[in-house]
């Protein structure tokens, strides 16, 4: 459904909140460790993230990647998903054809149109605070 710098977008953003939340910046290594992803695929991810001002990035000894304290349960996913796919995960067709719509749809679109409202609701009302307090308490989990 998400592209894989999509899917890496969010599981780095998570584990940012998660550490931001501790009050400590997290560093590309770590980060890219913890999503298993590679540094410099995940350089350029955490660089739209940065220029989308989803996340903040420091340089220097103490430097790393963050994300305010008071701003956690701002970020919603749909920020995520907009900075690295843009909305292409809302239009198009489902079954991949070039020309789909209320005019001429595909035998999937009625169907497919209810999934992204629903997957765009989604997105849009669920923030970074609340993930990372699952990863806290142990009720769901980056990696496996």
Not at 23 to 40: C, H, M, Q, T, Y
Not at 64 to 81: D, P
Not at 98 to 110: F, I, L, Y
């Amino acid at each position: 459904m998400f592209s894989k710098a999509c899917e890496y977008g969010i599981k780095a953003s998570i584990f940012i909140a998660l550490n931001s939340n501790k009050g400590n910046r997290v560093s590309l290594k770590a980060i890219a460790k913890e999503i298993d992803s590679p540094e410099a695929f995940t350089a350029k991810i955490l660089q739209d993230l940065v220029r989308h001002k989803v996340i903040s990035s420091t340089k220097g000894a103490h430097g790393g990647f963050e994300i305010e304290k008071r701003l956690i349960n701002t970020v919603k996913l749909a920020h995520i998903v907009n900075a690295i796919d843009g909305d292409s995960i809302y239009k198009g067709c489902g079954l991949g054809l070039h020309t789909c719509d209320e005019k001429r749809p595909c035998p999937v679109h009625d169907k497919f149109k209810s999934v992204r409202e629903e997957l765009r609701f989604m997105l849009e009302n669920t923030n970074l605070e609340e993930l990372a307090l699952k990863i806290k308490s142990g009720t769901s989990f980056l990696k496996v």
